[in-house]
């Protein structure tokens, strides 16, 4: 199973309200990611867990949320977000270097348009 | 800083073979990517190197040349299906983190 799953695929919400990005994996991964990208520009980093403990954080406003509650498990809140954080929101996973391939694997996204 | 380049956008004919470029300057290096992303779509995992050659997966082909920061994406046999956008990544590694920075794209159009 190479699969990631992520829900909602589409998602509308306005500026006061608080939502969250769900993703699972059942690949045994131990790296976990949240990307953002926006139309014809290439994924642009904003977390990534390492062993369910946050690791990287590209300075990404404090109105995204990530937690990781389990090995399988990463959620994306969000509150107060901005018209310009329309846009795909990615979840990938891997294996944690050295343990095994280094390839990252793709969930199908979550579309957010903020109105 | 860190700087991957990519052509924008190519056009090649159905049946033909078509090689994307990708040169990186980057601090540090531990292999890179090629995936294929369709509109509106997840990026898909194509190939990775991290030693010099040539890997070949089916119609698949991926080159790296580490001391010239260079590799190349070669498809052959092109189907309509391959109209993608094909984005080269190189891994920074840092201790048990892992982060891609990622070129800009480029833009495939197979046409019959």
């Known amino acids: 199973d190479t699969e990631v799953t992520q829900t909602p695929k589409h998602l509308v919400m306005g500026m006061t309200n608080k939502k969250s990005l769900k993703c699972e994996q059942h690949m045994g991964h131990r790296a976990m990611y949240w990307y953002k990208q926006k139309a014809k520009k290439p994924p642009e980093l904003m977390f990534v867990y390492s062993y369910e403990k946050l690791s990287i954080n590209e300075s990404v406003p404090s109105r995204f949320s990530p937690e990781c509650p389990n090995s399988s498990l990463l959620n994306l809140h969000l509150h107060a977000l901005q018209p310009e954080d329309s846009a795909l929101y990615l979840c990938?996973?891997?294996?944690?270097?050295?343990?095994?391939?280094?390839?990252?694997?793709f969930g199908p996204g979550t579309r957010l348009t903020v109105t | 800083g860190q700087n991957i380049d990519q052509p924008t956008e190519m056009t090649a004919t159905e049946g033909a073979i078509v090689q994307i470029n990708c040169t990186y300057q980057t601090s540090g290096f531990n292999g890179l990517f090629w995936y294929q992303q369709h509109a509106g779509e997840a990026p898909t995992f194509l190939s990775y190197n991290v030693l010099d050659g040539l890997e070949e997966k089916g119609r698949f082909s991926s080159f790296l040349s580490r001391s010239k920061g260079y590799s190349y994406l070669l498809l052959k046999e092109l189907q309509m299906k391959d109209s993608a956008s094909y984005l080269c990544?190189?891994?920074?590694?840092?201790?048990?983190?892992?982060?891609?920075?990622w070129g800009l794209g480029t833009s495939l159009a197979v046409n019959p």
């Open positions: 990938a996973s891997s294996q944690i270097p050295g343990t095994g391939g280094y390839e990252q694997y």
């Open positions: 990544a190189v891994i920074l590694n840092a201790g048990n983190n892992r982060k891609l920075i």
